[in-house]
């Protein structure tokens, strides 16, 4: 069964302290990993998908990268907008479209 | 465009109550998508469907749900009886190629008493 672990469960930041977010995963073939941002009483954002191990991709101060057992979402000099709880999901070549997600870091960054 | 948008934003209903979700995907997108959210078990797909067909429904926790797709613009989940169990927040996704992620609704919070 696929399944994705997130670490940790929530993080406290002060702005500018930089640090990463891990997700660990199992899934039979990789077809893609996923970032979402999700900002209290809305949907999911979409942020990045991530391919094949090795790959990196960057938006403004967050960094996404995947090796064959996990991915890790770094945040340099975080700001207080960057507050947010951060998903991971994964989609599996025999999955189809399906998309398993993990239960996600909740993220504070503090001013 | 205005995004996924799903109806209504709030439910509180009673137990054993039938219970109508709706959702209008971004037009052009194929595939549409409802999830629940809970914070025990956070983000689970329940069913997904491709050009208006249900694909996989094997989310789908029991009989008591149900799932149409009657045009490319309109999609409902429908709860009945419904459950305390249920209560959680349902959202709708849409998205033209799954492969570069889904477009999600703001989602209904949904309170069985």
């Known amino acids: 069964e696929d399944q994705v672990t997130q670490s940790p469960e929530a993080l406290r930041l002060q702005e500018g302290e930089s640090s990463s977010l891990n997700c660990s995963y199992t899934v039979s073939g990789l077809r893609g990993l996923f970032w979402y941002r999700q900002d209290p009483g809305k949907g999911p954002e979409f942020l990045f998908t991530?391919?094949?191990a090795g790959e990196e991709k960057e938006k403004e101060r967050l960094k996404a990268t995947l090796t064959k057992k996990e991915s890790f979402l770094h945040i340099t000099a975080p700001k207080p907008e960057d507050s947010a709880t951060y998903l991971c999901?994964?989609?599996?070549?025999?999955?189809?479209?399906?998309?398993?997600f993990g239960t996600g870091t909740r993220l504070l960054v503090s001013p | 465009d205005a995004g996924v948008i799903q109806s209504p934003r709030h439910e509180v209903t009673e137990m054993g109550q039938e219970v109508t979700l709706r959702c209008k995907p971004i037009?052009?997108?194929?595939?549409l998508f409802w999830y629940r959210q809970t914070m025990m078990r956070g983000l689970e797909l329940l069913i997904y469907?491709?050009?208006?067909?249900?694909?996989?429904d094997s989310g789908m926790p029991e009989d008591r749900f149900s799932a149409k797709m009657p045009n490319a613009s309109f999609s409902t989940l429908k709860i009945q009886p419904s459950e305390p169990r249920d209560s959680a927040v349902y959202f709708c996704?849409?998205?033209?190629?799954?492969?570069?992620?889904?477009?999600f609704g703001q989602g209904t919070r949904l309170t069985v008493v």
């Open positions: 469907f491709n050009n208006n067909v249900p694909i996989d």
């Open positions: 999901a994964v989609q599996a070549v025999t999955g189809f479209q399906k998309l398993v």
């Open positions: 037009s052009g997108h194929d595939y």
């Open positions: 991530l391919y094949s």
């Open positions: 996704a849409s998205t033209s190629d799954a492969a570069r992620g889904a477009f």
